[in-house]
Each structure stands twice: as structure tokens, then as C-alpha cells.
């Protein structure tokens, strides 16, 4: 695996801290700035606006530029909105602040994923993609405790001055070991980038990628008052379950990444499944704690672990330029939104389980957008064909050229 993509993955790890900042330190902030904790709740809705629909018009602002200059541009973008979010004077400077940041990290998202599919080999991407998406896994795991601690101790600006920090180390990494590539050869226009948006299958793809991670954030977002209110969890143990759910997220990660390349529509159709189950499991039984864990563990395997082979798939319907992986981030983020908005709407209305519930129904529509895809359907055979993808031949992704060993020459 190229050095450059562990290098990729501490700048995502960097901009998924600062995304997941605000939660831990709602108080502090609301403290700090005025607000109320309702206030302080928008700034995360804020944030993931922003990278759904800032993300991609920054993206094609610096389409042109070769990536390791344009990973550049975005990583001083994040620097100065994250260095805003740390001296906010008010509580409409801090909004600013996560809009900028949010903007930033969904094109780094989008230009990073598309710099990893050119410096690996075609069939090593998913598990690349992978190792890239340990940056965001490492983020729920480590860095939200890690943020949350410092500014529980020294106080949230120091927080937000230690990820700042943090993004300044990852862009010096990049500067020095990311390789200088050339633009990629086959990018065109802005319209020939928006062209591949005609195919419906890619359309498709995007769409159960919003149906993967909305499942799942509708579990996630609410784990703390379930776990509390309705399990029965001391306050205590919840965050313990938490970090054991993160560590589910980075071993369902890396499973994901070694089967992505080869069995793509399978992994996601067993991925969506699995998640069913263990959604309507957790709604039942969300008063039992045993069960709970379990649910709640299984969920971490099978959810945003999802992404490796997310993002091969729509590589493979799509391309595998800065762009279309950009608009993908982008519906992962509207899942997101998805997920914690509407889940808190059914709360008020059903009560704490309601989300659970709501997961459950995303996971069977994103079960129903991969039908036309299913290996059985593209073969007639029950069995994928080889690339992972339900295209017998999948479209090829941009790439360094690939160098065949010559035949052995016979002796005179």
C-alpha cells in the first residue's frame, strides 16, 4: 500500500475530529458563546449542510489544479476556518467558522478518495479505500474522546486549537509525502465532468449509499439517550459502549476493504441486511441490555463500514475523478442529516426507539436500489462477476500505468 494513502488518512482523521468537536462539548460551547445547547445543536447541522452542498462547488473550484496542489488549497481553507472556530467572538462567527470547515473537509473527502484510486492498482482500491476510511473510523474512536477530554480540561477553544494543530501536521505529511501526479489525463471540461451524472446507475449507487450511512446515523446519533433511558445504562458506561462501537467501526472497516474490490454489490446487499436485523432487533429489545450490546456492536460492523465498498461501486458506474467522489460524500452527509433530523422528529412524536425503527425502513429501500445490480440478476448464475461490480465489465478508473513483466526469453 503507498505510503501517500496512510498520509491521506491522518488529514481526513484531522477534519473528522473537528466535525465531531461539537458534540462532545455542547456545554462548554454554549457557555462560551451565549447560546443554548439547541444553539449549539445547529452548528452540527451547519457543518454537514455545508459539506453537502459547499463540498462539491469547491471541488470544481479547484478541479483544475493537480491534486497534491489542490489537497493544499483545501487544507488552508480548513486552517483558517478552524482557527476562526477557535477565537469566535459570538455564536454567528462560530456558524462561519463550521461552514468553512465543512466545505473544506467534504472537497478533501472528495479529491483524497480520488488521489487513492490513481496512486493503487484496480484491484486493490476497496482495500486502499479502506485504509483511507480508517482516518474517519479513528476519528469516532480516538478523536472525538480526545477533543472532548481536552476541552472538558482546558476548555473548548483549546480543543479547537488542537485539531487545528493536528490539520497543520497532516498538511505538512501531505506536503512531503504525497507524490506531485500530474492532472489526470482523461479530465475535461466542467461539462464533460458533469456528463457521467446522466447514468442512471450511478445515480442508484448514490442513492444506497444515502440509504447505508441514513440507516445508521439514525441508530447512532440517538445511542446515548437509548442507552441511558431506555436500556438502563449507567451514565458511565455509555461512553464505554461507545468506544467499543467505534472499534466494531474500524474491524468492520478493514473486513469490508479486503472483499469491496471483488464481491462490491454482495458485501453492501449483506451489509444492508445484517443492518436490518440488527435495527429491528435493538428496537424490540432495546430494554434488555445484553441484547442491546450485541445490537448495538453489530451495527458498527455492518454500517459506515459500508464505505469501501460504497465508493468502489460508484467508481465503477461512475469515475473515479475528484468530482463524483465529492457528490458521493455529499449523499453520505444527506444520510447523515437524514439520519439525526428526522430520528429526532420521530422521538418527539413515538419516543427514543423511534429512530431505531426509521433506520430500519432506510435499510430496506437501500436493499431495493441494489435489486437491479444483484449478481444474480447481471449473470444468471448467482454468482458476481469477477471486479465485484454487476457490470461484467466495469468502466476502468483513472490509474498510474500498470506495467506487464515481459515473457522470458528462450536461450539460442
Same mark, same amino acid.
Given at each position: 500500500?503507498?505510503?501517500?494513502?496512510?498520509?491521506?488518512?491522518?488529514?481526513?482523521?484531522?477534519?473528522?475530529?473537528?466535525?465531531?468537536?461539537?458534540?462532545?462539548?455542547?456545554?462548554?460551547?454554549?457557555?462560551?458563546?451565549?447560546?443554548?445547547?439547541?444553539?449549539?445543536?445547529?452548528?452540527?447541522?451547519?457543518?454537514? +449542510?455545508?459539506?453537502?452542498?459547499?463540498?462539491?462547488?469547491?471541488?470544481? #473550484?479547484?478541479?483544475?489544479?493537480?491534486?497534491?496542489?489542490?489537497?493544499?488549497?483545501?487544507?488552508?481553507?480548513?486552517?483558517?476556518? $478552524?482557527?476562526?472556530?477557535?477565537?469566535?467572538?459570538?455564536?454567528?462567527?462560530?456558524?462561519?467558522?463550521?461552514?468553512?470547515?465543512?466545505?473544506?473537509?467534504?472537497?478533501?473527502? &472528495?479529491?483524497?478518495?480520488?488521489?487513492?484510486?490513481?496512486?493503487?492498482?484496480?484491484? @486493490?482500491?476497496?482495500?486502499?479505500?479502506?485504509?483511507?476510511?480508517?482516518?474517519?473510523?479513528?476519528?469516532?474512536?480516538?478523536?472525538?474522546?480526545?477533543?472532548?477530554?481536552?476541552?472538558?480540561?482546558?476548555?473548548?477553544?483549546?480543543?479547537?486549537?488542537?485539531?487545528?494543530?493536528?490539520?497543520?501536521?497532516?498538511?505538512?505529511?501531505?506536503?512531503?509525502?504525497?507524490?506531485?501526479?500530474?492532472?489526470? *489525463?482523461?479530465?475535461?471540461?466542467?461539462?464533460?465532468?458533469?456528463?457521467?451524472?446522466? $447514468?442512471?446507475?450511478?445515480?442508484?449507487?448514490?442513492?444506497?449509499?444515502?440509504?447505508?450511512?441514513? +440507516?445508521?446515523?439514525?441508530?447512532?446519533?440517538?445511542?446515548?439517550?437509548?442507552?441511558?433511558? @431506555?436500556?438502563?445504562?449507567?451514565?458511565?458506561?455509555?461512553?464505554? =459502549?461507545?468506544?467499543?462501537?467505534?472499534?466494531?467501526?474500524?474491524?468492520?472497516?478493514?473486513?469490508?476493504?479486503?472483499?469491496?474490490?471483488?464481491?462490491?454489490?454482495?458485501?453492501?446487499?449483506?451489509?444492508?441486511?445484517?443492518?436490518?436485523?440488527?435495527?429491528?432487533?435493538?428496537?424490540?429489545? +432495546?430494554? =434488555?441490555? #445484553?441484547?442491546?450490546?450485541?445490537?448495538?456492536?453489530?451495527?458498527?460492523?455492518?454500517?459506515?463500514?459500508? $464505505?469501501?465498498?460504497?465508493?468502489?461501486?460508484?467508481?465503477?458506474? &461512475?469515475?473515479?475523478?475528484?468530482?463524483? $467522489?465529492?457528490?458521493?460524500?455529499?449523499?453520505?452527509?444527506?444520510?447523515?442529516?437524514?439520519?439525526?433530523?428526522?430520528?429526532?422528529?420521530?422521538?418527539?412524536?413515538?419516543?427514543?426507539?423511534?429512530?431505531?425503527?426509521?433506520?430500519?425502513?432506510?435499510?430496506?429501500?437501500?436493499?431495493?436500489?441494489?435489486?437491479?445490480?444483484?449478481?444474480?440478476?447481471?449473470?444468471?448464475?448467482?454468482?458476481?462477476? #469477477? &471486479?465485484?461490480?454487476?457490470?461484467?465489465?466495469?468502466?476502468?478508473? *483513472?490509474?498510474?500505468?500498470?506495467?506487464?513483466?515481459?515473457?522470458?526469453?528462450?536461450?539460442?
Amino acid at each position: 500500500m503507498p505510503r501517500a494513502v496512510y498520509v491521506l488518512a491522518l488529514g481526513i482523521f484531522a477534519m473528522v475530529t473537528s466535525e465531531f468537536v461539537v458534540a462532545g462539548l455542547m456545554p462548554q460551547m454554549a457557555d462560551g458563546l451565549d447560546a443554548t445547547i439547541p444553539q449549539i445543536g445547529y452548528l452540527i447541522t451547519a457543518f454537514a +449542510a455545508a459539506m453537502s452542498l459547499g463540498g462539491p462547488l469547491l471541488t470544481v #473550484a479547484v478541479l483544475r489544479l493537480r491534486p497534491k496542489r489542490a489537497l493544499a488549497v483545501l487544507f488552508v481553507v480548513f486552517l483558517l476556518g $478552524n482557527a476562526l472556530a477557535a477565537t469566535a467572538s459570538g455564536y454567528g462567527v462560530m456558524v462561519a467558522a463550521r461552514v468553512i470547515t465543512g466545505v473544506a473537509s467534504q472537497a478533501f473527502f &472528495g479529491t483524497a478518495i480520488s488521489l487513492c484510486a490513481r496512486l493503487t492498482r484496480p484491484e @486493490v482500491r476497496g482495500r486502499a479505500v479502506a485504509v483511507l476510511m480508517n482516518g474517519l473510523m479513528l476519528g469516532t474512536l480516538l478523536g472525538l474522546p480526545m477533543s472532548t477530554l481536552i476541552g472538558e480540561r482546558l476548555g473548548w477553544r483549546a480543543a479547537f486549537w488542537v485539531i487545528t494543530g493536528l490539520a497543520l501536521l497532516a498538511a505538512l505529511c501531505t506536503l512531503a509525502g504525497v507524490p506531485d501526479v500530474p492532472h489526470a *489525463e482523461d479530465g475535461g471540461s466542467l461539462r464533460e465532468e458533469m456528463g457521467v451524472f446522466r $447514468n442512471r446507475g450511478l445515480w442508484r449507487a448514490l442513492a444506497t449509499s444515502t440509504c447505508v450511512i441514513g +440507516a445508521t446515523f439514525c441508530a447512532f446519533s440517538y445511542f446515548n439517550p437509548i442507552l441511558t433511558e @431506555v436500556t438502563g445504562f449507567g451514565a458511565g458506561t455509555a461512553p464505554l =459502549l461507545l468506544i467499543g462501537y467505534g472499534a466494531a467501526t474500524v474491524i468492520g472497516n478493514n473486513i469490508v476493504g479486503r472483499l469491496a474490490d471483488r464481491h462490491t454489490v454482495t458485501v453492501l446487499l449483506f451489509g444492508l441486511v445484517l443492518n436490518l436485523v440488527f435495527l429491528t432487533g435493538f428496537a424490540l429489545l +432495546a430494554h =434488555l441490555k #445484553a441484547p442491546t450490546v450485541v445490537f448495538m456492536m453489530g451495527i458498527g460492523l455492518v454500517g459506515v463500514t459500508m $464505505n469501501p465498498a460504497m465508493v468502489t461501486r460508484v467508481q465503477r458506474v &461512475g469515475n473515479a475523478r475528484p468530482l463524483v $467522489n465529492t457528490v458521493h460524500s455529499s449523499f453520505i452527509t444527506f444520510g447523515i442529516i437524514i439520519g439525526s433530523s428526522v430520528g429526532g422528529l420521530a422521538i418527539a412524536d413515538f419516543g427514543l426507539r423511534a429512530p431505531l425503527w426509521l433506520g430500519a425502513g432506510m435499510a430496506v429501500i437501500g436493499t431495493l436500489t441494489l435489486v437491479p445490480d444483484l449478481p444474480f440478476r447481471a449473470t444468471g448464475a448467482g454468482r458476481e462477476p #469477477a &471486479g465485484g461490480s454487476s457490470e461484467a465489465h466495469p468502466k476502468p478508473i *483513472e490509474g498510474p500505468p500498470e506495467v506487464r513483466p515481459k515473457p522470458a526469453e528462450r536461450p539460442a
